[in-house]
């Protein structure tokens, strides 16, 4: 199992990942005329409208017939492209959980992807900052470009944290009981987790496909998709995240029960590198070892 992480080309692949779902995202009404032209006149000339004030390279002739350019379907075909290499070259980092299936390494690939959308957000914000305060020129998208990669981020970081086991858990009688019980508890939790993700996908699917397919925008001067794009995205996470849970529960089946403690929260490496910056012989007691399914 590979564990070095944080190797150039698996942060450029994230970024790169973002710039070409950004750009179809931007364009997505060029697809939508393309592909599934709608039938009522005035949803038509909505999606042109917002077509035309929102195409970054107008100059450019749409392919197929359509109003999606050579630039266009370059990034949708570069989609899964980046994702793939991206779970191909993402590394596990030590204090990462161990399982390491394919649909564990889509699920820290988009981790990856989450990181750095929260540099993207925190640039955002620090551009208006200097903007409003310092040369007194706020922006008229900063804020809702905050707002978007923030919904963006909550979700994404939901799916990581299944898979890093990190969500918040209660052992107090679950690590009381043997560990055929315990099992039980995780298939019911399974269930009600796999039941969840099915109704809100069979009660939400027809709200988010309808805001999807009328690119339904916010409302502002800068006006970007977010109920277009969240909707979905909502729906999206939400099935990954059950697939996540089962994949959890068969990866964590035979393992061995792990009593939870108050030394889970301990970090040994972060207290060896602050005896190495105070250069002290400081007595701190050693962590517990690290357990192998990674839970807290």
Request: net charge negative; glycine share 6%; charged share 15%.
């Amino acid at each position: 199992m590979q564990e070095k992480s944080g190797s150039l080309v698996e942060w450029l692949v994230p970024l790169a990942f973002i710039f070409c779902a950004g750009w179809v995202t931007w364009h997505m009404p060029a697809f939508t005329l393309t592909l599934a032209q709608p039938q009522d006149p005035s949803q038509y000339d909505k999606l042109s409208a917002l077509f035309a004030r929102a195409d970054v390279t107008p100059n450019m002739t749409g392919l197929f017939g359509g109003y999606a350019d050579a630039v266009d379907w370059l990034a949708l075909i570069l989609i899964p492209v980046l994702a793939y290499v991206g779970m191909r070259t993402v590394r596990r980092a030590a204090m990462e959980f161990e399982s390491w299936r394919a649909i564990d390494r889509l699920a820290v690939f988009i981790g990856r992807v989450t990181m750095m959308l929260v540099v993207l957000l925190c640039s955002v914000m620090i551009y208006e900052v200097i903007l409003r305060y310092i040369f007194e020129a706020p922006t008229l998208w900063a804020n809702e470009l905050s707002l978007w990669l923030a919904g963006f981020v909550f979700l994404c970081a939901g799916l990581y944290a299944m898979q890093q086991r990190s969500h918040i858990r209660i052992f107090l009688i679950y690590d009381l009981l043997p560990r055929g019980l315990q099992r039980t508890c995780d298939v019911i939790s399974t269930t009600l987790i796999v039941t969840f993700a099915f109704f809100l996908i069979y009660g939400g699917y027809g709200e988010a496909f309808d805001k999807f397919y009328r690119w339904e925008t916010f409302g502002t001067v800068f006006d970007p998709p977010i109920p277009a794009t969240l909707k979905p995205m909502v729906l999206v996470v939400v099935t990954l995240v059950a697939f996540q849970a089962i994949v959890n529960l068969i990866s964590d089946w035979n393992a061995e029960p792990v009593l939870h403690t108050a030394a889970d929260d301990i970090d040994q490496d972060e207290l060896n590198k602050l005896r190495a910056a105070v250069g002290a012989d400081v007595d701190v007691p050693a962590a517990a070892t690290p357990h192998k399914n990674g839970t807290h």
